[in-house]
């Protein structure tokens, strides 16, 4: 199934106002649930090497497991943007446009320092 931004958004909108979320969805407590939810995806990986998380994520249920955890972030991530009347399309564009210049291909290619370094 195909869906875009504005689609995710009007889905978590409805969602959330069924359930009279809003009065718990300030700016403060939604970046709360973005770093808690990012700590969980993260809490799977921890104490693993690189071969074990290989390993893990060739299996359904642990990839199950990492697929919530993103679908969670990311739900976080767009009823910020709704709640906050971001359009976090423009606002990814945009950002995308500052790291192209942060990160040239020149520079950056093949490289992970960051662009100061």
């Known amino acids: ?3 875009n931004i504005e689609d995710l958004i009007s ?3 409805t969602f959330c106002e069924e359930r009279d979320w809003d009065q718990f969805h300030s700016p403060k407590d939604l970046a ?3 770093s808690t939810e990012a700590n969980e995806l993260l809490e799977l990986f921890r104490f693993k ?3 074990e998380v290989q390993e893990k994520m060739n299996t359904p249920e642990f990839k199950e497991k990492v697929s919530d955890e993103l679908a969670d972030i990311f739900f976080f991530v767009l009823r910020f943007a709704q709640m906050n009347k971001i359009d976090i399309t423009e606002a990814f564009k945009a950002k995308m446009q500052k790291n192209a210049q942060k990160y040239s ?3 950056a290619k093949g490289s992970n320092k960051k662009y100061n370094e």
Request: no cysteine.
């Open 11 to 13: 889905f978590i909108k």
């Open 49 to 51: 090497s690189e071969a």
């Open 32 to 34: 709360i649930g973005v």
């Open 105 to 107: 291909v020149e520079k």
């Open 1 to 3: 199934m195909k869906s």
